[in-house]
């Protein structure tokens, strides 16, 4: 009874989503990496699936998957703030605490469908440009699988602002200027591993000799950073959605 | 043993919804004060009053959209704040100005709904039908005009088959055929479904025209709550009666239980019966008293509620 309530509200979600076009901006970032992945030339070495990982995972960890998690969010959000959609939903037999999480689940499943298609991008560049075999499967999925762990405490931060700010641009605004600093953190051996927005792009870069078969991250900075900060954003999210006037 | 007696009461006033002390503060100062609302089962109550007197501040703190500063809600014998989503399912709501996603079509706004209170995807042509929103309900809403909104958003309100429903400004934006409809519709739910319904509105015409029981709001404070029949007696006028010697007259008038005042020489009392003015004609004219006339003064029910309502600016 009560799972199910909550799926009845996350399909409505659905449908809420599903005339809007969230759907392209989907479909961005992966179609944009093919472009790295094509071009990247190594004169006279084969195309590993090492390299093209590397090269088609900077822009997309960088920049896109962290924007990715700010835009779907303002987005998810926008069309409750715009016309009276917050009164409308809350004052339906629903609790404040699965609207929140099935929003949630809706940016972090939007996420997820973003990284298989940049997977399904990579392997489709692997075939074209006939990397060698055999595709290293457990690289290639936790690569994507670690970029969208590191990607939930940046969702639910920015659900956590989209929810309170009227504003779409507001939240946006902030979320760029996060990931901004990016660029040069990502390179620091010192403060890569502790800021938030710099994860995704380090789970998903493979780790030269020791990234085989584990997460890219070191396990101590995913856990207390990763899963750290998504606890501190959710509940703080939740609480903030909670007291709400509506 | 003293609770299930005072439920038992309750069960038999078939109250719906009850407010005790009810509190709304903004930054110290109050925009719902101390409210005592008493809403019966299958009554139309119209809560009146004037632009920013607290009447969608009640109905959110209703609808726990915001939580009261103080004071206790009770609907359908339950508690709000413990109950609230059993409240919730039999509660059909709209809340200022209507709520909508103006990227669906109708028919998807109401299937967002439908989907969370779980009833027969049939209800979606009927609620339509009963808006007269047929034959528009594949448009993108943003593209509606105020009107069809506000229709939709009755529908919606009617969707989940609500035992009560909570409308706030609803015939706001409508054309006057449209506020005829609204209105037709708003009486016969009670009549035929038995729906419990709270309507609010600034204009006295409108609740006179379709409210049994009136609340009267101003300044965040409840001054008045009463039937509308009672209200429209109250309302009902004055008596004047020019007569030879006043002053006496009023004292003579007093004596035989009739309660006036002196005003621009006349004697002033409030509306009675045919027969109460026979005798006391009779009892003046007994006594030497020349009666020149008996004026029947009608006040307005708009003047009435002007004069209630302005009451605390006097
Ligand atoms: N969020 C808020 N912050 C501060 N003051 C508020 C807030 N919401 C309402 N008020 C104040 O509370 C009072 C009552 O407002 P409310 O919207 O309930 O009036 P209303 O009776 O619905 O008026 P109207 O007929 O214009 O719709 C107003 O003085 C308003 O300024
Ligand atoms: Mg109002």
Redesign the interface.
Same mark, same amino acid.
């Given at each position: 009874m009560s799972m199910g309530?909550f799926w /009845?509200?996350c %399909?409505?979600e659905r @449908? +809420?989503m599903s +005339?809007?076009y969230i759907w392209l901006l989907v479909i961005l970032s992966p179609a944009i990496a093919i472009l790295p992945g094509a071009l990247s030339i190594r004169d006279g070495e084969e195309v590993t699936w090492g390299l093209l990982l590397s090269v088609m995972s900077v822009v997309h960890g960088l920049l896109f998957l962290p924007v990715l998690s700010g835009i779907f969010a303002a987005l998810i959000c926008r069309?409750e703030h715009?016309?009276?959609?917050w +009164? @409308?939903l @809350?004052? @339906?037999? *629903?609790?404040r605490m699965k609207v929140y999480l099935s929003k949630y689940v809706m940016i972090i499943a939007l996420l997820g469908v973003v990284q298989l298609l940049f997977l399904v991008c990579l392997l489709g560049m692997g075939w074209i440009r006939d990397a060698a075999a055999p595709v290293p499967w457990s690289i290639l999925l936790f690569s994507v699988f670690g970029g969208w762990i590191a990607c939930l405490p940046l969702a639910a931060l920015q659900l956590a602002v989209s929810q309170g700010w009227s504003s779409f641009g507001a939240p946006l605004a902030l979320n760029v200027s996060l990931t901004i600093p990016n660029i040069l953190i990502a390179n620091s051996a010192t403060y890569g591993p502790y800021y938030p927005w710099v994860q995704p792009s380090l789970a998903m870069t493979p780790n030269g000799q020791d990234g085989f078969g584990a997460f890219n991250l070191p396990l101590d900075s995913l856990m207390i950073v990763v899963l750290g900060s998504l606890i501190v954003f959710l509940v703080a999210g939740l609480f903030f959605f909670w /007291?709400k %006037? *509506? | 043993m003293l609770n299930t007696e005072v439920k038992n009461m309750k069960d038999m006033k078939n109250t719906v919804i009850e407010t005790k002390d009810l509190w709304k503060k903004y930054r110290g100062r109050a925009a719902v004060e101390n409210l005592n609302l008493n809403i019966s089962k299958g009554e139309i109550y119209g809560f009146l009053g004037p632009n920013g007197a607290g009447k969608t501040t009640t109905i959110r703190m209703l609808l726990g959209l915001i939580t009261p500063t103080s004071g206790s809600i009770e609907i359908f014998g339950q508690d709000l704040r413990k109950n609230k989503l059993q409240i919730l399912r039999k509660i059909g709501s709209l809340v200022e100005s209507p709520s909508y996603y103006g990227h669906l079509s109708a028919v998807d706004n109401l299937e967002v709904i439908r989907r969370i209170l779980d009833v027969s995807k049939s209800r979606i042509p009927e609620v339509l039908d009963i808006v007269s929103l047929t034959g528009e309900e594949k448009r993108p809403v943003k593209g509606f005009s105020l009107g069809m909104k506000q229709r939709l958003g009755i529908a919606a309100a009617l969707l989940g088959s609500p035992e009560l429903l909570i409308l706030d400004e609803p015939t706001n934006g409508l054309d006057p055929s449209g506020i005829q409809e609204i209105r037709s519709l708003i009486k016969r739910l009670p009549l035929e479904q038995g729906i419990t319904v709270l309507v609010s509105s600034h204009l006295l015409s409108e609740i006179e025209q379709m409210a049994d029981t009136v609340g009267i709001i101003r300044q965040g404070q409840l001054i008045y709550q009463d039937t509308i029949t009672n209200l429209q007696q109250q309302a009902a006028g004055e008596m004047r009666l020019h007569v030879s010697d006043p002053i006496v007259a009023l004292n003579l008038a007093g004596h035989c239980g009739y309660d006036g005042a002196l005003r621009e020489d006349k004697l002033i009392f409030s509306r009675m019966n045919d027969a109460r003015v026979a005798l006391l004609v009779k009892e003046l004219v007994e006594n030497g008293h020349s009666v020149y006339r008996v004026e029947e003064h009608r006040q307005s029910l708009e003047d009435f509620f002007l004069q209630v309502i302005g009451g605390g600016e006097a």
């Amino acid at each position: 009874m009560s799972m199910g309530s909550f799926w /009845r509200i996350c %399909a409505s979600e659905r @449908l +809420k989503m599903s +005339k809007s076009y969230i759907w392209l901006l989907v479909i961005l970032s992966p179609a944009i990496a093919i472009l790295p992945g094509a071009l990247s030339i190594r004169d006279g070495e084969e195309v590993t699936w090492g390299l093209l990982l590397s090269v088609m995972s900077v822009v997309h960890g960088l920049l896109f998957l962290p924007v990715l998690s700010g835009i779907f969010a303002a987005l998810i959000c926008r069309y409750e703030h715009q016309d009276g959609g917050w +009164k @409308l939903l @809350l004052s @339906l037999p *629903v609790t404040r605490m699965k609207v929140y999480l099935s929003k949630y689940v809706m940016i972090i499943a939007l996420l997820g469908v973003v990284q298989l298609l940049f997977l399904v991008c990579l392997l489709g560049m692997g075939w074209i440009r006939d990397a060698a075999a055999p595709v290293p499967w457990s690289i290639l999925l936790f690569s994507v699988f670690g970029g969208w762990i590191a990607c939930l405490p940046l969702a639910a931060l920015q659900l956590a602002v989209s929810q309170g700010w009227s504003s779409f641009g507001a939240p946006l605004a902030l979320n760029v200027s996060l990931t901004i600093p990016n660029i040069l953190i990502a390179n620091s051996a010192t403060y890569g591993p502790y800021y938030p927005w710099v994860q995704p792009s380090l789970a998903m870069t493979p780790n030269g000799q020791d990234g085989f078969g584990a997460f890219n991250l070191p396990l101590d900075s995913l856990m207390i950073v990763v899963l750290g900060s998504l606890i501190v954003f959710l509940v703080a999210g939740l609480f903030f959605f909670w /007291r709400k %006037a *509506v | 043993m003293l609770n299930t007696e005072v439920k038992n009461m309750k069960d038999m006033k078939n109250t719906v919804i009850e407010t005790k002390d009810l509190w709304k503060k903004y930054r110290g100062r109050a925009a719902v004060e101390n409210l005592n609302l008493n809403i019966s089962k299958g009554e139309i109550y119209g809560f009146l009053g004037p632009n920013g007197a607290g009447k969608t501040t009640t109905i959110r703190m209703l609808l726990g959209l915001i939580t009261p500063t103080s004071g206790s809600i009770e609907i359908f014998g339950q508690d709000l704040r413990k109950n609230k989503l059993q409240i919730l399912r039999k509660i059909g709501s709209l809340v200022e100005s209507p709520s909508y996603y103006g990227h669906l079509s109708a028919v998807d706004n109401l299937e967002v709904i439908r989907r969370i209170l779980d009833v027969s995807k049939s209800r979606i042509p009927e609620v339509l039908d009963i808006v007269s929103l047929t034959g528009e309900e594949k448009r993108p809403v943003k593209g509606f005009s105020l009107g069809m909104k506000q229709r939709l958003g009755i529908a919606a309100a009617l969707l989940g088959s609500p035992e009560l429903l909570i409308l706030d400004e609803p015939t706001n934006g409508l054309d006057p055929s449209g506020i005829q409809e609204i209105r037709s519709l708003i009486k016969r739910l009670p009549l035929e479904q038995g729906i419990t319904v709270l309507v609010s509105s600034h204009l006295l015409s409108e609740i006179e025209q379709m409210a049994d029981t009136v609340g009267i709001i101003r300044q965040g404070q409840l001054i008045y709550q009463d039937t509308i029949t009672n209200l429209q007696q109250q309302a009902a006028g004055e008596m004047r009666l020019h007569v030879s010697d006043p002053i006496v007259a009023l004292n003579l008038a007093g004596h035989c239980g009739y309660d006036g005042a002196l005003r621009e020489d006349k004697l002033i009392f409030s509306r009675m019966n045919d027969a109460r003015v026979a005798l006391l004609v009779k009892e003046l004219v007994e006594n030497g008293h020349s009666v020149y006339r008996v004026e029947e003064h009608r006040q307005s029910l708009e003047d009435f509620f002007l004069q209630v309502i302005g009451g605390g600016e006097a």
